[in-house]
């Protein structure tokens, strides 16, 4: 029986008619906001053929569930305030998603430069608390780490320069 469950759960969902692929996909795109290559995507694996996939995504773009700048916004602030991501991997994401450079911009700018500055300083004392050992090496992880959370690297060696003037 749990075979059987596995396999059915395994199988690919096969769309052949374009009016309920977009019902799926509008319901797919209303769960959460999607960028346009997710949607892409899941209409290949649904099977559809690159016209009616091209003609849903414009439909869905003119009904307005799928909105690129919306998506971006809400990823980039999403990442931010929920994983604590720098504006560097945000974008690297993004562009991996084929988000055009203006909406890259306005995804940016939804991140504000004094929280921006404060969630960094936040992640390296966090990471400083958690070390042991001698403080010069202290400060050296606690920047690795921050940056490779894709903060850049000159704000987060300003930011090491001065928690190290004042210990």
Known sequence: MLMQDRVEREKKIRITK????????????????RCQQEVRN???????????????IAQLITENFLN??????????????IKKWGRLKIKIELKKRRITDYCLKAAMSEIDDDDYTAALKQIIEKRLSQLKGKKQLQFQNAARYA?????????????????QSKS
């Not at 374009?18 to 906001?33: F, G, N, P, S």
């Not at 899941?42 to 849903?56: N, Q, R, T």
């Not at 690129?68 to 305030?81: D, N, P, S």
């Open 18 to 33: 374009i009016d309920v692929a977009y019902k799926k996909a509008e319901t797919y795109c209303a769960y959460q906001e």
């Open 42 to 56: 899941k209409l290949y694996e649904w099977g559809l053929w690159p016209d009616a996939v091209e003609k849903i």
């Open 68 to 81: 690129e700048e919306r998506f971006a916004k809400a990823y980039a602030g999403g990442k931010f305030r």
């Open 147 to 163: 940056i490779s959370r894709g903060y850049e690297g000159d704000l987060v060696w300003d930011l090491i320069k001065t928690l």
